[in-house]
């Protein structure tokens, strides 16, 4: 007798499996299908139909979430969903609504300009994802802008979002990359000479893509019913474990935690979001939105990639943490109104600060093989953050190389030589002397470890990663694809599934020079 396998799973197509609209369902909504860029009070989304584009081909598949997601490799009829062309009837596709915070000031009403939500992918765990289209025509929030994005951005998102993913950073997904065929215009340095670029769509998968920004624009209009009624669905749906009489305040509280431990997350990993607005901050504590963003190259915590974010350095690296915060106090205050003792709301926000502290020394910890964190631990990790700031090595190659150093390395200059393919320049007399000793203090310290150097080194490798997606590698992969070529990308899209590893390591090398002022290549502006 032929048994089923147990591991069989079903997958499914796009276009012939049903979806669920629960979002929808719940909530009031403009049922219109106006594009008419409008104000929307009342209301948590608008209808938005997908507009048809000229010629979808599918770029870009990611084997392992469709595979986790249960869908099946897309035929002809599943590319013209990526690409918008076709919605099927159990699909209700529609365009959140929306404010924030954008740079500190309070922006009105945004919405979801350019991203449709196709509808939920309910999979066999009983887990529904919601599916997202970004790119795929304008929608009522679309303000003045056409609702579409470029190749270059949506690369830049597609392989960025998949990077933090297989780094272990809490993200959104990308299911897919689709070419449209059609052109868009883009004004790309904001200097009055716009130009064509070919366009393109990115499916966006998450378990929900709620913002704060979701809550601040009931809690501004006064829509006190509505601001209840989200705030329920999201602690029924994305936090069932919660009960109790003091359910919200439990539940920003975890909001609260998992964004200090994404924080955290950054920084081991080096990533700069750029444009932290608080539109731009998942109510599940996922990095969301890719725009703008970069890996750290040279240790530089004053290092926004944001050119719109240049004078005052607002979403820089080093600032992620103190913006957070700062964002999940616009969350509080939107909420304010459902939790009677507001004493205890502070409370909560507050807690940020310990648990990012907690957090954040220990990921340092494990960065550098530390067994435990004493006071000493701690004084000790901010030497290395001042050194390293004023000496600004690459800071993934660094930590790699931290792995490989010898304890008994003594001599300034072994000591310098042995991190020479970190640096960006040659180090003075007085820079040599500060980075030996911090890293004979740092070698005397690995010796006190009580466990084992085996050990320590496993922890470092685990928390540092080798091959990051640097800002003008994805440069040079879009130059290729806009001239019809795909090598680097294949190759980037494989080395980013295994950051860890040296298999990818004719990348491990510090960014060039001609990458250093090129736009595109450091800092990027949020035309997109
Ligand atoms: P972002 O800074 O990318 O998070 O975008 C901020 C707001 O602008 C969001 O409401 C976006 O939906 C909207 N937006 C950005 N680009 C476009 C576009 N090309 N078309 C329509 N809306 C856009
Ligand atoms: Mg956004």
Request: glycine fraction near 6%.
């Amino acid at each position: 007798m032929a048994w089923p396998s147990l591991m069989q799973t079903h997958m499914n197509k796009l276009h012939l499996k049903a979806f669920k609209n629960t979002f929808i369902s719940n909530f009031s909504g403009d049922q219109s299908g106006s594009v008419i860029p409008r104000q929307t009070p009342g209301v948590l989304y608008s209808k938005a139909v997908p507009t048809p584009v000229k010629n979808p081909e599918l770029l870009a598949w990611s084997d392992e979430l469709a595979t986790q997601l249960e869908i099946e490799y897309p035929d002809k009829e599943d590319i013209d969903i990526l690409g918008g062309n076709l919605v099927t009837p159990t699909m209700y596709p529609y365009a959140a609504c929306y404010a924030g915070h954008q740079f500190g000031n309070w922006a009105g009403q945004l919405g979801d300009g350019r991203a449709i939500t196709l509808g939920e992918w309910e999979i066999s765990e009983n887990k529904s994802w919601e599916l997202q289209l970004k790119g795929a025509g304008p929608t009522a929030y679309s303000r003045r802008a056409d609702g579409r994005a470029v190749l270059r951005s949506s690369v830049r998102e597609y392989l960025m979002s998949e990077a933090m993913h297989y780094l272990g950073v809490p993200t959104t997904r990308a299911l897919s990359l689709v070419t449209t065929g059609d052109q868009i215009v883009r004004d790309m340095f904001y200097d009055g000479r716009p130009s064509y670029e070919p366009g393109a769509i990115v499916m966006r998968v998450a378990l929900s893509f709620l913002r704060f920004g979701n809550f601040e624009m009931l809690a501004a209009r006064n829509e006190t019913d509505n601001l209840q009624n989200l705030v329920n669905w999201t602690i029924n749906q994305h936090y069932p474990h919660i009960q109790g009489d003091d359910k919200i305040l439990t539940w920003f509280a975890e909001v609260v935690d998992k964004t200090a431990k994404m924080i955290v997350e950054w920084l081991r990993v080096g990533f700069v979001h750029g444009v932290m607005n608080t539109d731009n901050m998942s109510i599940l504590g996922l990095t969301i939105d890719y725009g703008p963003f970069s890996f750290l190259d040279n240790y530089d915590p004053d290092f926004t990639p944001n050119t719109t974010d240049l004078p005052g350095r607002r979403y820089a690296f080093g600032k992620q943490a103190a913006i957070a915060y700062w964002n999940l106090g616009c969350l509080a205050n939107a909420i304010s109104s459902l939790v009677p003792d507001k004493e205890k709301l502070i409370q909560a926000a507050e807690a940020f600060e310990d648990i990012y502290y907690r957090e954040y020394y220990g990921m340092m910890g494990n960065k550098l093989g530390l067994d435990q964190i004493t006071q000493d631990d701690v004084n000790l990790i901010m030497e290395f953050e001042d050194v390293l700031t004023s000496i600004q090595p690459d800071m993934t190659i660094f930590y790699q190389l931290l792995i490989d150093l010898p304890l008994d390395l003594e001599n300034e200059i072994e000591i310098v030589n042995h991190f020479k393919h970190s640096l960006y320049h040659e180090l003075q007399p007085s820079e040599i002397t500060i980075f030996s000793q911090l890293i004979g203090k740092y070698q005397h310290r690995i010796k006190q470890n009580t466990c084992s150097r085996e050990n320590s080194l496993m922890r470092m490798r685990k928390s540092n990663p080798r091959f990051i997606l640097r800002n003008y590698l994805l440069h040079q992969a879009i130059e290729e694809l806009e001239k019809g070529k795909n090598e680097l990308f294949i190759k980037l899209q494989d080395a980013m599934k295994d950051p860890y590893s040296k298999n990818y390591d004719e990348f491990f090398v510090i960014r060039p020079d001609w990458a250093t002022q090129m736009a595109g290549c450091s800092m990027l502006s949020c035309s997109s």
